[in-house]
């Protein structure tokens, strides 16, 4: 049975790779998601990938930059305590989801332009 944090992983789409020349196999997951989101050009230079890890700092620094401004604006313009404590949890955890999304697809691409099979 699968308890709270393990149905919200499963909200997110799982990839499979074959390398057909080693019969080598990798998962992206669940729980890929939750380390992408929270290392993201870590995580895509953990995978070995260095060119996508190059590129998902701007894109890390931009979201960064995008939840502080969007707290900003929300606190600053809303006066209202129960708002102001939601959007400082939501706001940083809509922002690491996207992160990990996007880092996960850079893994993807480059899994599958190393050709690697994805499979079903």
Known sequence: MLG???KLLQLFETYRFDNLDTDETHFLGGWSYVWASLGGPVYILSKGFILPALLMVPITAVLAGGAVVALVII????DHLMISVASMLAVPLVAFAI???IAIQLVRAAFIRRGWREGY
């Open 75 to 78: 606190v600053g313009l809303i």
């Open 99 to 101: 992160q990990g999304v």
């Open 4 to 6: 709270g944090a393990g």
